[in-house]
């Protein structure tokens, strides 16, 4: 198994440009969750998704949106980029909410110019 | 998030010593307290969890401990090794979702 995969690695864009960051998982997992890390800001939650077409706004949603037409994909995307979104996007996924163990993806480093 | 409070931010002990790592939280029916180990440049993974039910937890050099009267708990690593040397992050949840909140993290450096 695979477990969470995440592409791309990296990608740098321009102020404005927009992208979409794509999360698989094989687990089957119900939950999926976006995450940014930023240096000494721990990680911090974007979105999530309890189910196959739901989503919902984590502490910092503002600037992005996810989408969850497969269970096993859930999508981030930038619709204009700002230099504030650069940071490294991690995805994660669990078997249940909230007392189980989240997988995380390799994560994708974004840069914003 | 500011539910969850990490301290020290960052630690160096000599390979041999013991680490200890804690958080405090704000939220009373915070009932999961989970840590994560993430290498430089790699993905957080799980090492321990400890649920409400019970103070103490140990996987072989590593142990949780809980005070839910004082709301805090507490990664310890016994005999440490250079591999140890990573970002340490709790979390706990928080919310109406009672959705993970991470610390900030503690980067810990094991010196031989």
């Known amino acids: 198994n695979a477990g969470v995969t995440q592409t791309p690695k990296f990608r740098v864009l321009k102020t404005g440009q927009s992208m979409t960051l794509l999360c698989a998982q094989d687990?089957?997992?119900?939950?999926m969750y976006w995450y940014r890390q930023d240096p000494g800001m721990g990680l911090r939650l974007i979105h999530y998704?309890?189910?196959?077409?739901?989503?919902a706004k984590g502490e910092v949603p503002d600037g992005y949106n996810v989408s969850r037409l497969k269970k096993q994909n859930f999508l981030l995307g930038l619709e204009s980029a700002a230099p504030s979104q650069t940071s490294v996007y991690f995805c994660a996924s669990s078997y249940s909410w909230g007392l189980d163990e989240q997988f995380f993806g390799p994560g994708t480093r974004l840069t914003v110019l | 998030g500011e539910n969850v409070e990490q301290h020290p931010s960052t630690l160096s002990v000599q390979e041999g010593d013991s680490a200890v790592i804690k958080c405090t939280y704000s939220?009373?029916?915070?009932?999961?307290f989970p840590w994560y180990k993430q290498e430089l440049g790699k993905r957080p993974q799980l090492i321990i969890d400890?649920?409400?039910?019970?103070g103490e937890k140990k996987d072989q050099r590593i142990a949780v401990t809980l005070n839910k009267t004082a709301k805090h708990f507490s990664l310890h690593i016994t005999e440490t090794q250079p591999e140890d040397s990573a970002v340490y992050f709790c979390?706990?949840?928080?919310?109406?979702?009672?959705?993970?909140?991470f610390g900030s993290g503690t980067q810990l450096t094991v010196l031989p």
């Open positions: 939220d009373s029916a915070s009932n999961y």
């Open positions: 998704s309890v189910g196959e077409g739901t989503t």
């Open positions: 400890i649920r409400s039910n019970v």
């Open positions: 687990m089957n997992h119900e939950y």
């Open positions: 979390a706990a949840p928080y919310g109406s979702a009672r959705q993970l909140t």
